[in-house]
């Protein structure tokens, strides 16, 4: 089996031995309330860590392409105006493509 | 027989609009997970096993960025504790004992729990749960496969899709964003992340911004804790 293949077997199983600890688990361990504050703030910083880091790291150094800035840019501003997920989604792909496609 | 359940079709009705949500945001899952270099069934098996959008996102997006796939596991399952705190409010609506635990416990997810919480029978909480999780799911399985099989028959650069990820992200991340605290964590996960890339090896500057939540997590809170139907779900 290769490396992946163990990687994704272990990730999945893993969340989802997460979900059953969560209906098995006495209430009192996750009732306490800063577990529960380390688990509300946990999403917040990777995915903006992930955010960061697909847009500028470049193997061990900081590179970025302007086009995937600007998709996400056009993203950003269509959240701004309190756009759903799927419009998001499909601007900051056209508007990267499209300037990929132009230049 | 029980007597129907008054809001069964209006419950259906937005269990069904959650669910080609889902398929749209699964697509979108499918042609990132090919477009990072993961194979089609290893795709299908993160939506079928691991079943939660956030963690399989990270998944992929760590795998993709080089070194160690091992990296990408930590980053999922930091993402998915969340669904563990989501079994407190459904253990006590649908009271799942024995074998019943080991599949309710699958479809313990931000949708399922947000739609349950929020009816105001018993009865309807547990329809609401159950047309939730298995709706989405077909759906999420559906969006998965077509987004994979047009992901891998276009290059991934030319539609785009490498802003796809970062744009996800950002959107899952945005509603949660609403309490400056919030915003500062967000800040510094970022901040932390950026100036690890250069000196450590990938995957470790996104664990590495779990320290700031759990640093501002352990500080002494000085708001009330929003309770879990006040969240929105990512």
Not at chain 1, 5 to 26: D, F, H, N, R, T
Request: net charge positive; aromatic share 8%.
């Amino acid at each position: 089996m290769s490396p992946l293949w163990m990687a994704v077997i272990i990730a999945a199983v893993g969340c989802y031995l997460l979900k059953l600890a969560g209906v098995s688990l006495p209430e009192s361990i996750l009732n306490h309330p800063k577990v529960q504050r380390v688990a509300q703030l946990l999403p917040i910083a990777m995915l903006s860590a992930l955010v960061a880091v697909e847009l500028f790291d470049g193997g061990r150094a900081y590179s970025a392409d302007w086009r995937t800035l600007a998709g996400v840019a056009a993203g950003v501003i269509a959240l701004l105006l309190r756009r759903g997920f799927l419009v998001v989604f499909l601007i900051a792909i056209s508007v990267t493509a499209l300037l990929r496609l132009i230049t | 027989m029980d007597e129907p359940l008054p809001e069964r079709g209006m419950i259906l009705r937005t269990a069904i609009g959650i669910g080609l949500y889902a398929m749209a945001f699964g697509a979108s899952f499918g042609a990132i997970s090919v477009g990072s270099g993961l194979s089609l069934g290893q795709t299908i098996a993160l939506s079928l096993v691991m079943f939660t959008g956030a963690s399989q996102f990270a998944f992929v997006g760590v795998a993709a960025s080089g070194g160690s796939p091992f990296a990408a596991v930590p980053a999922a399952l930091l993402l998915g504790v969340r669904n563990a705190f989501y079994g407190v409010p459904i253990s006590e609506i649908l009271h799942p004992r024995g074998f019943a635990r080991l599949w309710t416990a699958h479809f313990v997810i931000d949708e399922t729990t947000a739609m349950a919480v929020s009816q105001a029978t018993p009865r309807g909480k547990r329809y609401a749960f159950w047309a939730t999780g298995l709706t989405l799911f077909c759906l999420w399985q559906l969006g998965t496969l077509a987004g994979a099989l047009v992901g891998r028959a276009v290059n991934p650069a030319d539609i785009g899709l490498d802003a796809a990820a970062p744009a996800v992200f950002l959107a899952l991340l945005w509603p949660m964003l609403r309490r400056p605290q919030a915003r500062w964590v967000a800040l510094g996960g970022a901040l932390v992340a950026l100036a690890l890339v250069p000196i450590t090896p990938p995957g470790i500057p996104v664990l590495a911004s779990a320290i700031v939540a759990l640093v501002a997590g352990l500080l002494p809170a000085r708001q009330p804790m929003e309770s879990i139907d006040e969240r929105d779900s990512a």
